[in-house]
């Protein structure tokens, strides 16, 4: 019965995070990759990203941990899978390099391809083809 | 945008933060972005609609950045559509086998201590430094 209301926070949380990703520097994939580039002319600057949003965001699941349902009802989607496995090493593994190459993590290519940029369009395009790949040859046991 | 950029990039983060702790403490949910698309598969009703009208306020965002301050997008990245286009594959491979990106693992799972997000977002650091020294003829 709150869906109304729940369509409309992820909307202003989807607003708020493109106004983030942009704020922060990581909408440029030029920095993103001077980030990545420790052995170059190396830019820490994303690491202040990461350490802002974790001490936000720290506090926030502390209080949710203690909290028994969200405040719009329903309950905490809490991920189930807690081991640290091949599927999991190798996926972040491959993650990295496709991040490297792009200098796109999914959240700023989704913003560049709303503003237009070509190179954000095809790497948009081709992550939900390598997204429907691995979802459709995943083991239908494996539901992590 | 290029250069060091201490400020603009804690408050970027502060702004990221504050996103994410409004989604999981309304309605539970974790703001990772790869999760929120792959998830929009096959998803139906609810738990389809609020993926979209998240998804759909980061493409409107990033209008929004072009109109108000196309800089922060960067200039158009020389990298060409072919690398884009294996990149971008690799990025949906990766997120989905390994539950998570920068902001699912990264954001989220370091917030709420996960050592699998830990784990996972040293590995994923570590490999995309290794492609950009390896690209860029560092090694």
């Known amino acids: 019965m709150n869906d109304g209301k ?57 209080a949710a941990k203690r909290r028994g349902h969200p405040f719009l ?7 189930s899978s807690i081991r640290i496995d091949a599927r999991l090493l190798s996926g972040a593994a491959i993650f990295g390099v496709g991040w490297g190459l792009t200098g796109y993590c999914p959240g700023p290519a989704l913003v560049a391809l709303g503003a237009g940029r070509i190179g954000a369009i095809v790497a948009v395009s081709s992550m939900v083809l390598g997204m429907l790949a691995t979802q459709a040859v995943r083991r239908p046991s494996s539901s992590a | 945008m290029m250069g060091f950029t201490p400020v603009g990039s804690t408050l970027g983060g502060l702004v990221l933060g504050v996103a994410v702790s409004l989604l999981i403490l309304f309605d539970g949910r974790i703001a990772g972005i790869a999760g929120i698309l792959g998830r929009s598969f096959g998803a139906r009703g609810p738990e389809l609609s609020w993926r979209l009208y998240f998804l759909g306020g980061l493409v409107v965002g990033g209008l929004l950045w072009r109109l108000v301050s196309p800089g922060v997008l960067g200039v158009p990245s020389s990298t060409g559509l072919g690398t884009m286009a294996v990149g971008g594959f690799l990025v949906g491979v990766g997120t989905t086998l390994g ?37 860029r003829g560092r090694l």
């Open chain 1, 6 to 62: 729940k369509n409309a926070l992820a909307a202003i949380c989807g607003l708020l995070f493109a106004f983030g990703l942009g704020l922060g520097g990581m909408t440029n994939p030029l920095k993103v990759q001077a980030f990545l580039d420790v052995l170059g002319k190396w830019d820490p600057s994303l690491m202040f990203v990461m350490g802002g949003g974790i001490a936000v965001g720290f506090w926030a699941f502390r």
């Open chain 1, 73 to 79: 009802g329903g309950s905490f989607g809490w991920p």
């Open chain 2, 99 to 135: 539950n998570g990106c920068t902001s699912g693992h990264g954001l989220c799972g370091i917030s709420r201590l996960s050592p699998r997000s830990v784990v996972a977002t040293l590995v994923f650091v570590a490999t995309g430094m290794l492609t950009v020294a390896v690209a």
